[in-house]
């Protein structure tokens, strides 16, 4: 390792030492700062506040709460705790940044209007515990985009608690259990597609389901025929993921649903991939039954690195009276309340339960509002139609250089997938997407759907500009290049990152979480 010099961080080097030079397409350089640990940083004694000694006796009942030894907090003043945590970020990439082209994640960027609205103290500053009465304007925010996603989907019903997609599904399927339940036919197996994102046979098993595979036709879509020998009085419901994670629309998807109902089964959409048909297509016109939205995707509230998603489920008339607690209602003397258990026997008495402690992500709620209310319906076909558009110019110009596998049949929906076909001999998917960490940008989502040799699935959602994505189809067209003609210096980038390539097995199988003494 490099020695730290004055201030503390030292400058990144290639394995051997100095960076080799790459000419990136972009212009734009890795991040090459080498920070230490907060703690190698410290120093004992040093504290970024004045505190005085503590004065007096101590109480004799607070006595055995005192420290034997020190804390082992890292000692530094207040500049170099802002200087380490600024120059850690900046090792980092973000939305903010560039462009984050993870195909299914739908990066796009979040709307500074919507944090502002999310800070009014009249949201920011209420406690879940309040009593109903004096929080009546976030209960009609929350009402408010329920209608909204209930129109914009063409459903009868929302349960607004899911915390992020795969408890959306969770959701759904909890519904699906309490209604085939309440007719008395427990089934046993859910079907899912070949191409389904994992967390759908996750979310399938975990509600105690035995999951049965769909294999995709050679188009990448659900096929119908094997879909429809397989149904009977065992299956409770198929999960489809529409638009599909090839980014194709499953044009079957009504005659799907219409085989399912008619063989006593019900239908989840995972709606993850709304974003795309937002404001063209309703879901509830196609015969879904239960359908997830990422807020925090289609509506542009913020992927919180495993933090405040938020995946509401809209539901069907027959699944509407299950919906989890607490649920929205308007009373006839016209106000709004959140039906909870005291009430459910009355207003709600078919409910399955609860999915979460209180109503659900309060923040992501006004963000999601505060984008639905700027764009408007027209605002929203729009957002779909731009994505799509986005994502087809990427498409088409990428594809003289990487193998497009669905690409002859015509337009994608909002991503756009290729394969690892013709890349020289010993080149992976693996070195492009590296490749592209020396270019500035993040990586696309890789090997995935699983239907595809070396996938790369790339969604640059509707807020990229065209001379954004120009920048990024050069770097691509670039990397594309080096792939097919073996450049050496692919297979050990990225270079002008902090961290070159990790062992990934390693680093969640074995992951170093304390600091070595
Ligand atoms: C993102 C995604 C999910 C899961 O959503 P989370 O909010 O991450 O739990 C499910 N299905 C698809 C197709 C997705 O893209």
Known sequence: MNAPNASGWRPAMGEGGEAPAILTVSGDRGLTLEEPLIFELGRPGTCGVDLDEPRGEIAPGLARFLRAEPPALPGLTEP??????????????????????????????????????????????IHPLQPQHTVRGAIGVISELADWLVTLTGMAAVAMTPKAGAHGELCGLLCIRAALEARGDAREVVLVPESAHGTNPATAAFAGYRVENIPATADGRVDLAALTARLGPDVAAVMITNPNTCGLFERDMKAISDAVHAAGGLVYCD??????????????????????????????????????????????AALAPFAPLPFAMRGPDGIIRLVEEEDAPQHHPQSFGRMAAFHGQMGMFTRALTYILSHGADGLRQVAEDAVLNANYVLRSLEDVLDAPFGAAGPCMHEALFS????????????????????????????????????MLVEPTETESKAGLDRFIASMRSLAARARNADPALKSAPHLAPRRRLDETQAARKPVLVQPQ
């Open 420 to 455: 690892d076909e013709g890349f020289a001999e010993g080149f992976s998917t693996l070195d492009l997407a590296k490749g592209l960490i020396d270019e500035g940008f993040h990586p696309m989502t890789v090997y995935f759907p699983l239907v595809v040799h070396g996938a």
């Open 271 to 316: 709606g993850a991939n709304f974003n795309a048909i937002v404001g063209k297509v309703r879901p509830g016109d196609l015969g879904v039954d239960a359908m997830h939205i990422n807020l925090h995707k289609t509506f542009s509230t913020p992927h919180g690195g495993g933090g405040p998603g938020s995946g509401p489920v809209v539901l069907s």
């Open 80 to 125: 170099e705790t802002v200087r380490h945590y600024t120059r850690l970020s900046r090792q980092n990439y973000a939305i903010d940044l560039g462009p984050f082209p993870l195909g299914s994640c739908t990066m796009k960027h979040n709307p500074r209007l919507n944090e502002k609205v999310a800070r009014l103290p009249g949201f920011a500053d």
